[in-house]
């Protein structure tokens, strides 16, 4: 219950034309392709068939939006997960009943409530595999664009702002750069490489310290996180990533070098995004 009560995490989608195309390409795609549901039966043109249904449900989803999703978003606040699984059930009940309608005049066959029943079953079965795509890509999109928001602020927020890393030899020189320039750190044995840009020129810097000594000194800045046990990253300069729950790659900045998240460090580095 609890679950259904938060508030729903993403923004509703404004481009219903492009959803609503892209929607009835998939069920064309799936049943032409596919041909689920005893669809590879049907001696007539499949092609023509597969693009009506398709046709009908992008009609249906663009409608339905118009008329009922974007009014209802506007007066509801906060839109709960409950609100948009009830949203979502209303839209599969529409399209079922339409594509029903459409069946039952191409086919000539009479609607009765066992028909009505499995004609729902079929729809909510696609529509449970459009709605998680659906919600794939929102998710990503969504954490894309927090991630370049946060990025964007604090990267403002730190323009001024200097960092000392400590050099532990008796003779050792401190190393003082724009935190906005820090790429990563690196641990090395005894000493640590610091890799940064000055005047966009990429430099690295070995200081003869610990890592562990590093996080010390920088723990109050959020945006330095350590992303395995010999690697330190500035995330606000994250130019691209790519991986899974097992693991990350990082490129940052103009570097060429690959730094790796370790699997126990993503669930730290989603939290820090979302």
Not at 97 to 105: G, H
Not at 122 to 146: D, H, M, P, Q
Not at 170 to 193: C, F, H, M, W
Request: proline share 3%; net charge positive.
């Amino acid at each position: 219950m609890s679950f259904l009560t938060r508030t729903y995490p993403f923004q509703q989608s404004r481009q219903l034309l492009r959803d609503s195309v892209v929607y009835g390409v998939i069920i064309w795609a799936i049943l032409y392709f596919l041909q689920p549901f005893g669809f590879s039966m049907y001696q007539g043109n499949k092609c023509l068939v597969a693009a009506i249904f398709g046709l009908v449900t992008s009609c249906c989803y663009a409608l339905y939006g118009w008329t009922v999703l974007l009014r209802i978003t506007q007066y509801v606040k906060p839109w709960r997960v409950w609100h948009q699984g009830c949203v979502l059930l209303g839209l599969i009940l529409f399209i079922t009943i339409c594509n029903l309608l459409m069946f039952s005049y191409i086919f000539k066959y009479p609607i009765s409530l066992e028909f009505f029943l499995m004609f729902l079953q079929w729809t909510v079965i696609i529509g449970i595999i459009i709605s998680s795509l659906a919600i794939g890509i929102e998710y990503n999109r969504s954490l894309r664009e927090r991630m370049e928001t946060l990025l964007c602020n604090t990267t403002e927020e730190q323009k001024d702002i200097y960092i000392t890393i400590h050099d532990n030899n008796v003779r050792g020189n401190d190393l003082t750069i724009p935190i906005n320039s820090l790429l990563y750190i690196e641990a090395q044995k005894n000493n640590v490489s610091v890799c940064y840009t000055i005047d966009e020129k990429l430099t690295n810097t070995e200081i003869h310290t610990t890592l562990s000594a590093v996080i010390e000194e920088l723990k109050d800045y959020e945006n330095i996180f350590q992303c395995h046990r010999s690697f330190v990253v500035n995330v606000n300069n994250i130019t691209s990533s790519k991986g899974n729950s097992n693991g990350y790659q990082l490129i940052l900045g103009k570097s060429p070098n690959i730094i790796p998240v370790s699997r126990s460090y993503v669930p730290q580095l989603k939290s820090f995004i979302a």
